[in-house]
């Protein structure tokens, strides 16, 4: 006889963290602890946190290769570092901001907050989200291995042919670039798969579509996006690996391959990931806004349309990164009119913002700053992105400081800014402390200020045509002084970060304990203890509203949303599965345990990218046998997961 | 903690078909793979459009061992088809014969493809069109594999008696990536074998 339930009456209670309901709970979903316990988890807090703290790590490293390279350009003639260190450097400091901060930090926010937001116990694919991250981190050291070496990546982060090709390129440091992009390529492709999958399965009950937050939108859109993008960058890099050591043509003019073939296939792939990093900073904002304006977000719908808009557009204006290659002028006229309509969306989404914020009653606090600092910044970027959407002005501006100025406007004022505000904000749930305020305002007006000294300029360095990527510069061309003022700039900004750093460490220790719910928030997360159980709620919530926490004071409709009483679900691992628009309960979803697989396919993976590069094909080999084993003991079907039922 | 009722509603717990996460998870995953072989194919497009002198350049691609590869394939669908069914219905003979009629034709194409790919009269190297040609073909080919794999580990998880007529979401999970691979090698077939000829 089977002894695995097909159907099941779930039981509706009344619990909170403290009844006894809740220790069986804790139970079944606490790890074992130690170091065991740190290598096997498939918590999505423990994995959020990870992504966040690695993402941060890198964000440093980056941050000081850039105060190097900006050491060097402070005076005209510097010869602080060689032209080829500096290569790699200005190369390493873009893989690292774009690939290794700025999408993982996002991935973070989203692993440690999706399933709070959306009144689940824990992401779709609990196994597959401890997967990403191991890829993700092990891409990163394969990318920085080689850095110690000499060998690291050196034709800027978007690597055109010719100059990556093996004839002007012969080291291993292009190969090391290809393959790493490759591996965190299978990192950021399962990450969206689990969050789509998330999306559509475990919201709770009565979270119907048009109710859940704005950051689950720019998440959802960026992984549907990374999803058709991420195979663009893949391939181009997987052919040019193959064109470097097996001697194919695809990008070899001379055998009849095309250069610009690598151009389009990368900015496919990049202007959605333009949006992929910045969508869902957005989302934070949007969330985190109306908590501090005491009013729901002005535009809801607008705003969920406008982030999806935006990347639908998103993929079809690549060819303005390519406006000064001789394409003809119809094709071109037509990306420049694509890449002028997403100034519609933005637009959208920054009237909704400053709505949000001129129609409430703001607290500044030190989130609110960061938030509402983004916006500012977002025009300032917005509107360079503007100007290089035309194309006369492109081919003027191209390949000069200019563009720097906009890409860090754009990078550092919409995803940066958000996610140190998303810190202060949801540090409270993180860690069940509040960060230090005064500190924190200090921290915003420093790194502010230092910003605008810092970039700023470079649009006025762009227009007297100082080049990108140039290691160093003669006097008398005019730029000496505005560098100066660059560089002093930039070190303020990375005060300011070491001020939120210390913050953060000082907090972790010694912050003012955080109630559940210490800004008065409307969402889910802000119900539930802080940090969080390990099983994140006592019962699934129902909600009845986009604002469950707030319903008694904005008097939408009669239905109300339960936090204190729901689906109990306590038979070992276990949250409900809904339809995919109306979350009505469709499923109860059995949940793995702990488990080595995803380590170890992590590190097999890592492992057989290795065997590649040095073209060790017994490494090679052996590592895809042992991925493979791992892959089929993962997915062995288990009793407890009720996957066999005889 | 306080019972408060009991659903009026019947739920289903765990993987049970569509209900399966993994069946959402395949689909996600046909979606980008789905992609990665449209920037193949957009790749050959590109360079066949920018092509100098005759495409594709070692004359017409023979449609001898192409043709008998598509109908194995077609036919390793419709047999993997019919297995499923015999697991709906709570035949695990039927499962088992049907996924080892599509490895065999899987194994066919594989070793008619091999004898393609060295009838050929070019190498990887001999220019971009071998290079497209064996690189699209290969991709496919891997995938081939992967799907051989997944029906093989089907075959023993049958034989362990795993599955029954109302578990058995891993089989139509590899069911739906059989039928992937096979809608891929149409739209290869298509581009390397059919378009030079419109």
Known sequence: ?646 | MVEVAVSRTTLPVGSKAHHASGWWGMLTVIATEATLFAYLLFSYFYIASHAQGAWPPHGMPKLSLAIPCTILLVAGSFTMWWAERGIDRGSSVQLMIGIALSLLLGLAFMALEGLEWAGEPFHLTSGVYSSLFFTITGFHLAHVTVGLIVLTVLFVWTALGYFDAKRHSAVSIGVLYWHFITIVWLAVFFTFYIAPRL
């Open chain 1, 1 to 646: 006889m089977s002894d695995v339930e097909t159907f099941r009456a779930p039981i509706i209670a009344r619990a909170t963290d403290q009844s006894e309901s809740s220790h069986i709970l804790k139970r079944s979903w606490e790890g074992r602890g130690g170091i065991a316990g740190w290598l096997s988890t498939v918590d999505h807090k423990e994995i959020g946190k990870r992504y966040l703290i690695t993402a941060f790590a890198f964000l440093i490293i980056g941050g000081l290769e850039a105060a190097v390279m900006r050491a060097q350009l402070a005076q005209p003639n510097g010869h602080l570092l060689t032209s080829e260190q500096y290569a790699q450097l200005f190369t390493m400091h873009g893989v690292t901001m774009i690939f290794l901060y700025a999408m993982p930090v996002l991935s973070g926010f989203s692993n440690y907050l999706w399933p709070l937001l959306l009144g689940s116990r824990d992401m779709a694919f609990p196994r597959l989200n401890a997967l990403s991250y191991w890829v993700f981190l092990f891409a990163g050291l394969f990318l920085y291995a080689s850095f110690p070496l000499g060998k690291a990546p050196d034709d800027g982060w978007f690597n055109y042919v010719p100059y990556a090709s093996r004839a002007f390129n012969p080291g291993l440091n292009i190969d090391v670039y290809a393959l790493g992009m490759v591996l965190l390529g299978i990192s950021t492709t399962v990450g969206a798969i689990n969050f789509i999958v998330t999306l559509l399965r475990l919201r709770a009950p009565g979270m119907s579509i048009n109710r859940v937050p704005i950051l689950i939108w720019g998440t959802l859109t960026a992984s549907v996006g990374n999803l058709f993008a991420v195979p663009a960058v893949s391939l181009a890099f997987f052919m040019l690996w193959m064109d470097r050591q097996f001697g194919t043509h695809f990008f070899d003019v001379g055998a009849g391959g095309q250069p610009l073939l690598w151009q389009h296939l990368f900015w496919m792939f990049g202007h959605p990931w333009v949006y992929a990093i910045v969508l869902p900073a957005m989302g934070i904002v949007s969330d985190g806004l109306p908590t501090f304006c005491r009013r729901p977000l002005v535009g809801y719908t607008p705003v969920a349309l406008a982030t999806v808009s935006t990347m639908a557009l998103g993929f079809g204006v690549w060819v303005h990164h390519m406006f000064a290659t001789g394409l003809p002028i119809i094709a071109v006229s037509y990306f420049s009119a694509a890449s002028m309509i997403i100034v519609i969306p933005s637009s959208v989404a920054v009237f909704s913002w400053i709505a949000t914020i001129w129609t409430g009653r703001p607290v500044f606090t030190s989130a609110f700053l960061f938030f509402a600092g983004f916006v500012l910044l977002f025009v300032i970027g917005g509107v360079s992105g503007f100007m290089t959407a035309a194309v006369p002005v492109d081919l003027q501006l191209t390949h000069t400081y200019f563009v720097v100025a906009h890409l860090h406007y754009v990078l550092i004022g919409i995803n940066v800014f958000p996610v140190v505000g998303g810190i202060f904000y949801w540090f409270p749930k993180f860690t069940g402390r509040l960060m230090n305020e005064t500190l924190g305002k200090w921290t915003f007006w420093v790194m502010f200020i230092g910003f605008n000294i810092g970039f700023f300029p470079m649009h006025i360095l762009g227009l007297a045509g100082m080049p990108r990527r140039i290691y160093t510069y003669a006097e008398g061309l005019g730029w000496g002084s505005l560098n100066l003022i660059v560089t002093l700039g930039s070190y303020l900004f990375a005060i300011g970060v070491l001020m939120f750093v210390v913050n953060v460490f000082v907090s972790l220790k010694r912050g003012q304990r955080a109630g559940d719910n210490p800004w008065d928030g409307a969402s889910l997360e802000w119900s539930t203890s802080s940090p969080p159980p390990p099983y994140n709620f006592a019962v699934i919530p129902t909600v009845a509203s986009r604002y469950p926490l707030w319903e008694g004071r904005l008097n939408q409709g009669d239905d109300h949303s339960s936090t204190q009483q729901g689906f109990l679900l306590d038979k070992g691992r276990e949250t409900m599965g809904t339809t995919s628009l109306d979350a009505e309960p469709d499923v109860i979803l059995k949940m793995p345990s702990d488990t080595y697989a995803p380590l170890l396919l992590g590190l097999a993976l890592a492992m057989l990218f290795v065997g590649a590069l040095l073209h060790s094909w017994w490494l090679l080999g052996g590592a895809a046998v042992v991925s493979l084993l791992a892959s089929i003991a993962w997915l062995w079907p288990e009793r407890s997961l009720s996957q066999i039922e005889t």
